[in-house]
């Protein structure tokens, strides 16, 4: 057989099977070396590369091949026909010159299982493959688990082209797990004998590996803050230690989103990831020891010795107290700073990827093309508006859009006013369906149904300008008093001769981002909640010299800004939007 392209190891992808004489063969080498996968045609011998085509691949017969294009979205798992010649899991015969391969029906401990349609289990057992029946999780932290169902008979079900992986089809071709798919995923208080059990009956053999043992959980904006026990966790543990079991912890440490890459879900409605990743784990987002860390030292020195020595000790973090911030400039008003190359002309909006903008914010903006002297309804198509848009009418603040909230206001103005819509990227969509994510405005806006034209689009280089040194650089900006809509803050303040982490929180504010000393440190969200405190690295301060604070104020500013440093964190607790709440 002449050699086969390698290629690195990785998933199986999305491959339409377009009938059974077709099959995957996917296997690896040795340890160490890539994987080898191709498709063949069992009966001619023709075989079908993921990257070529390879004439006489079986044996003396020459035979070309053609890779049919496939949609992303049409899903095949390997595991229902294998046919390669030097695969363990393949019946080869001699033919004359030519290689045949056969089915092989008491297939290996190592067979993957397929999924159907419907999102029946199938795997192999004895001579023919039986159904298994996904039960619906008790919790969608859970894996799925099978039960054995009878037998469908001496070849595996078809898929059509589609497998479903116990949350629907996935449209971009990487499953999330599901009960076919070892190693398992379990949180604190599953049954993990029978969490494990599902993982034998699909490899009766090799270890017992749970690779995301959930010791927490992450947090969404205007939810409350996930936590989790340390005995619920600890006992969790000790009992798959006690199978032999290997365990990798989700998470171990906690950690921080900086900046715009917060991230988000998508059940049943968008679900923005807040900027802390805290997750209650062992290791708090600061990097300090917790509770839940030593229960787990304490289950761990039942089966082997803990190394030998203390402890180290939590860092030391520093409440720095008041500081006090003063207006610097509306956004509207410093669009030359903030998008140095100038607006694109476009007749309708084009969204952030269009733009090549990744993250951050983009500035719509368009004028009124007739009077409206009562109040019309500017709105956007169901979905449109992604993430959150903060409409401006003659640089007044009017109200905020957002994809999953409201999205239509009540505007009047004069023909030729300016309007003015921020768009902000609240985060993309990392897992599961929908990660198709478009950012901005995905559909036209109108002006009681009729679409608004002739748009100038500001792609924004906020953190570009600032890591600068703008605006505490710039010469001082005559701003308007008024203390709503999008607006940046600034201030400065100095340590005690120290840098040490701290906290920072924000009474009184609304929803913006922080920057000290130009490192971007997140999202602030206070009457959403439930995090109400930023995270403060000691290496981002300076000790000895001021540390210049900048802030961008989304929709309104307390009457008197101040920011607020702590010794410690804020997690779980939700404000309410009045600009007249301080501390």
């Given amino acids: 057989m002449p050699a086969v392209p390698r290629l690195l190891p990785q998933r199986p992808q999305a491959v339409l099977v377009p009938s059974t004489s077709i099959a995957l063969a996917e296997f690896s080498s040795v340890q160490g070396q890539a994987a080898e996968q191709f498709l063949c045609l069992p009966l001619c ?19 070309s091949c053609a890779l049919p294009t496939l949609p992303t979205w049409q899903l095949w798992t390997p595991g229902s026909m294998f ?9 080869t015969t001699r033919e004359g010159t030519s290689s045949v391969c056969r089915w092989k029906m008491n297939m290996g401990a190592t067979t993957p299982v397929t999924m159907d349609t419907c999102g029946t289990c199938w795997a192999p057992s004895g001579r023919c493959w039986a159904a298994r029946c996904c039960s619906s999780p008790r919790t969608a932290r859970e894996p799925r688990s099978c039960a054995a169902a009878p037998c469908r008979g ?70 409350a803050h996930a936590s989790t026990s340390a005995a619920w966790v600890a006992r969790g543990l000790e009992d798959m230690l006690q199978l032999g079991a290997s365990i990798n912890m989700y998470m171990f440490h906690g950690g921080t989103n900086f900046a715009y890459w917060s991230g988000a879900d998508y059940k049943g409605q968008y679900k923005p990831v807040t900027t802390s990743y805290d997750y209650d784990a062992p290791l708090s987002e600061a990097g300090d020891p917790t509770e839940k860390l030593f229960a787990i030292r304490t289950v761990i020195s039942k089966f082997q010795p803990l190394p030998v ?9 520093y409440a720095y107290g008041w500081v006090g911030l003063r207006k610097y400039a509306d956004l509207l008003d410093v669009l030359d700073v903030l998008c140095p190359s100038g607006p694109i002309q476009s007749q309708f909006p084009l969204t952030f990827e269009a733009l090549k903008q990744v993250h951050g914010f983009v500035v ?33 603040y009017q109200g905020t859009l957002e994809w999953d909230g409201q ?15 921020l768009m ?26 009729r679409p608004l034209s002739n748009w100038l689009i500001y792609p924004l280089a906020i953190d570009t300008a600032v890591q600068q040194g703008w605006p505490h650089t710039a010469l001082p900006k005559s701003s308007s008093g008024g203390r709503v809509g999008p607006a940046f803050y600034t201030g400065s303040f100095e340590t005690p001769g120290i840098a040490w982490d701290t906290f920072v929180k924000f009474p009184g504010w609304s929803k913006g981002l922080l920057w000290i000393n130009g490192f971007n440190l997140g999202r602030f969200w206070s009457c959403r909640g439930p995090q109400q405190t930023l995270f403060v690295p000691g290496s981002v301060l300076h000790a000895g010299r001021p540390n210049n604070i900048t802030v961008l104020e989304l929709e309104g500013a307390p009457p008197t800004p101040l920011l607020l440093f702590l010794d410690r964190p804020l997690y ?3 404000l309410g939007c009045s600009t007249m709440a301080m501390e």
């Fill in 407 to 421: 999205t239509t206001l009540h505007v009047t103005g004069r023909a030729g006013d300016s309007l003015d819509i």
């Fill in 572 to 574: 779980n607790r939700t």
């Fill in 83 to 91: 046919c390669c010649p030097r695969s363990s899991h393949a019946c």
């Fill in 45 to 63: 011998c023709a075989c079908f590369s993921r990257v070529a085509c390879l004439p006489g691949c079986c044996g003396s017969q020459t035979s």
């Fill in 154 to 223: 001496s070849t595996p079900p078809s898929t059509s082209g589609q497998v479903s992986w116990g949350g629907g089809v996935e449209r971009m071709g990487v499953p999330p797990l599901s009960c076919s798919n070892p190693p398992l995923c379990t949180s604190p208080g599953s049954n993990v004998t029978e969490a494990f059990g599902a993982q034998r009956r699909v490899e009766p053999r090799g270890p017992l590996v749970n690779s995301e043992y959930y010791t927490g959980w992450l947090d969404y904006w205007g939810e």
């Fill in 364 to 396: 719509y903006h368009t004028q009124l093309p007739w009077d409206v002297p009562d109040p019309a309804t500017l709105g956007a198509p169901p979905h449109s508006i992604c993430d959150r848009g903060y409409v401006m009418l003659q640089k007044e």
């Fill in 309 to 317: 020595g203390p402890m180290p000790p939590a860092t030391p973090k």
């Fill in 424 to 449: 902000e990227n609240m985060g993309r969509i990392s897992f599961g369906a929908n990660t198709s994510d478009f950012k901005g405005l995905l559909g036209n806006l109108s002006l009681n149904s």
